[in-house]
């Protein structure tokens, strides 16, 4: 593959005069003395980092329903949020037309409620410092794709620590013209393989109520997941979780019940809701209270689920998400 | 849940599609022929209609088996609507295989003509889950 070396302070001074222009944006990590965290720069680019060793949120999330009226945006951000990003594109929530979105290599990230001290900034020291998987979220020691592999352009580092753009769309063309010198053809391996594939995940309904019996039903896990977008949710009302003498007449058809009631069901069908679109970035996990470990179900049902339609989330723009398409001759069987 | 004590009685939730599945039924009455009671059927304007959440809803709600049943593939009124059915249903099941109850969940394909064939899926599954619903009581 052809891409471009990137030389130290090149990319920030690139993106500099890319923000000079009043309708230019770029949405990347700020690193502040509190910590690591999302910002929409615009105008200059204050403690820009490329790379972030902390995980609150998805950066995806930030960008639901956002149609860009004219604003050119360039997304830095770790392959799981370019990936959801991705799939909220297929599904109409993100115009693409004006944003570039180029995807980072990473090498794992630590919770935010958990992290401890400082953290390298920079992508060496996040390498060395995640040599030891333990130290990094169970979500990320799981991920899928780890590799800047994906959205329209990745920024890699290959095994001697250069730092290489490489472009997928034309898009990523475009964003690479921006860069110095001249495209040349990868020569050293990069540091990151693809991942290898993990064991089927397989659970059953005692397992799953008790690591659920903590859940408070907060939805905060609805709340921030960035592929979860649907404005007028199904638990919005009380259809699906009732209350009052709706509750009471639940209870006298189907017996006692443990309150907060409805939580299987909640979890239950958010998993199917999210199955082909989630990403397994554990921004779930992150934002539930209790700790309960949301990713292990969520990343582990919808991989299975995916793998049904020999699909991936986030793979690619054109790959449409397998509930909205279908092949005439497939799955021959389905029925009973 | 019956008081039956000899004998636990399995309640079915199917949606049906009302331009085969829900006809074939009607016309299974007119035919006097019999299937059990304990089905129960909802008529939907077809069976794509159905999201898998009814389904889980009604399982999680105290159903023993769910179904949902739709025209052919190819013969849906809405020319294209089954084969999505196809797709979230082949996932749905995967998905509660995970769980381990990938029986409780079919899919049936039955055409306005078949209320004979409708008659045999639906007994079948309701003999299949009560016979595992009172294994399951005796020990």
């Not at chain 1, 615009?42 to 960008?63: I, M, R």
């Not at chain 1, 991942?195 to 408070?216: G, H, P, V, Y």
């Not at chain 2, 129960?40 to 709600?61: G, H, N, T, W």
Request: charged share 30%; with cysteine; glycine share 8%.
């Amino acid at each position: 593959m052809r891409g471009k070396k990137i030389k130290d302070g090149n990319l920030e001074a690139v993106l500099s005069r890319f923000l000079e222009d009043d309708q230019h944006l770029v949405l990347g990590f700020e690193k502040t003395d509190k910590g690591i965290g999302h910002r929409i720069f615009k105008n200059s680019l204050d403690h820009f980092t490329l790379f972030n060793p902390e995980f609150s949120t998805n950066g995806a999330f930030y960008l639901r329903r956002l149609f860009s009226k004219g604003t050119d945006i360039i997304l830095l951000l770790r392959p799981c949020e370019i990936r959801a990003y991705t799939e909220l594109v297929k599904l109409t929530q993100i115009e693409r037309e004006k944003i570039t979105a180029v995807s980072i290599d990473c090498f794992g990230t630590v919770s935010s409620k958990e992290k401890t001290g400082d953290l390298p900034t920079d992508g060496e020291g996040i390498k060395d410092y995640f040599k030891d998987p333990s130290k990094m979220r169970w979500a990320c020691s799981v991920c899928r794709e780890r590799r800047g592999a994906v959205g329209d352009a990745g920024i890699r580092i290959d095994k001697s620590g250069v730092l290489w753009a490489l472009p997928y769309t034309e898009k990523g063309e475009s964003f690479l013209s921006l860069l110095e010198g001249e495209p040349e053809e990868t020569t050293t391996e990069m540091a990151l393989a693809p991942n290898e594939k993990i064991a089927q995940f397989e659970s059953d309904l005692k397992r799953f109520a008790e690591d659920f019996s903590k859940c408070i039903m907060c939805k905060n896990c609805r709340n921030m997941c960035p592929v979860c977008y649907c404005i007028d949710c199904v638990f919005n009302g009380d259809e699906y979780l009732p209350k009052g003498d709706a509750l009471l007449n639940k209870i006298f058809r189907t017996g006692s019940i443990a309150m907060p009631q409805g939580k299987e069901l909640f979890h239950f069908i958010r998993m199917y809701h999210v199955s082909q679109t989630c990403v397994g970035c554990g921004a779930c996990e992150e934002a539930c209270p209790e700790g309960i470990p949301l990713t292990k179900y969520f990343k582990g049902v919808s991989e299975r689920l995916q793998s049904v339609f020999s699909y991936m989330s986030g793979r690619s723009f054109d790959e449409s998400i397998p509930y909205v398409t279908f092949l005439e001759e497939e799955l021959k069987n389905a029925d009973d | 849940m019956s008081e039956d004590k000899t004998e636990k009685k399995p309640e079915i939730v199917g949606f049906a599609c009302s331009f085969c599945t829900f006809k074939a039924s009607e016309m299974a009455g007119s035919l006097r022929l019999k299937y059990p009671d304990g089905v129960k059927l909802i008529q939907v304007p077809c069976s794509s209609r159905v999201d898998p959440a009814f389904l889980l809803k009604a399982i999680f709600e105290g159903a023993d088996g769910v179904f949902v049943a739709g025209c052919h593939p190819g013969d849906c009124h809405f020319i294209k609507g089954n084969f999505y059915t196809r797709r979230k249903m082949a996932a749905l099941k995967e998905m509660l295989d995970v769980f381990g109850m990938k029986d409780r969940a079919k899919l049936f394909w039955v055409s306005a003509a078949e209320a004979r064939r409708f008659v045999e899926k639906v007994t079948g599954m309701y003999n299949e889950i009560k016979e595992r619903k009172n294994a399951r009581k005796e020990n």
